[in-house]
T-cell receptor
């Protein structure tokens, strides 16, 4: 089945120790998103790619970086995680960046714990 | 600024009907989405409205009034598995999604 796959599902790291979260998709969607979601809060958009065109949200901290080496893969790097970065990180894709029903398909998420 | 408002939590009884309201303010409008999110899981798409009126999809229906900046999600014949958070999201003129914090729906037997 076509899908969005995130790894790892659960990541525990120490304060300041870098982590990389990965996302792959078999939907052949050209738009990929990284969201951060904390408990009982709205998902917060960190980055999105339209094909290889990178879009950084204005309030995304420099501590967060992203890479999209090809259409199918996307990575989220957190260079020096702090306690406030503990959250669920959601990868999503969509088939188009600018029309009608821009439905997002989400991966299962990567839950980050910072000790 | 852009904003989505929806109730934080609602409680309903198994087999009943519940309506979850959402009001939005966005710069331009390109549609209103509802997603369901079970605890600890990713959101899954439920419905999309871009024209005024009611869209029915099985037990779930979604309504939109663009002039009022208002939408609701109607869930009928509630089942225990419907216990989840329901996220309302509006798409602005730049095709960016503005998300609400979600309404946690608790279903009681």
């Amino acid at each position: 089945d076509a899908m969005v796959i995130q790894n790892p599902r659960y990541q525990v790291t120490q304060f300041g120790k870098p982590v990389t979260l990965s996302c792959s998709q078999t939907l052949n969607h050209n738009v990929m998103y990284w969201y951060q979601q904390k408990s009982s809060q709205a998902p917060k958009l960190l980055f999105h790619y339209y094909d290889k065109d990178f879009n950084n949200e204005a309030d995304t901290p420099d501590n967060f970086q992203s890479r999209r080496p090809n259409t199918s893969f996307c990575f989220l790097d957190i260079r020096s995680p702090g306690l406030g970065d503990a959250a669920m990180y959601l990868c999503a894709t969509s088939g188009t960046g600018s029309s009608g029903a821009n439905v997002l398909t989400f991966g299962a998420g990567s839950r980050l714990t910072v000790l | 600024g852009q904003n989505i408002d929806q109730p934080t939590e609602m409680t309903a009884t198994e087999g009943a009907i519940v309506q979850i309201n959402c009001t939005y303010q966005t710069s331009g409008f390109n549609g209103l989405f509802w997603y369901q999110q079970h605890a600890g899981e990713a959101p899954t798409f439920l419905s999309y409205n871009v024209l005024d009126g009611l869209e029915e999809k099985g037990r779930f229906s979604s309504f939109l009034s663009r002039s009022k900046g208002y939408s609701y999600l109607l869930l009928k014949e509630l089942q225990m598995k419907d216990s989840a958070s329901y996220l309302c999201a509006a798409m602005d003129s730049n095709y960016q999604l503005i998300w609400g914090a979600g309404t946690k729906l608790i279903i009681k037997p």
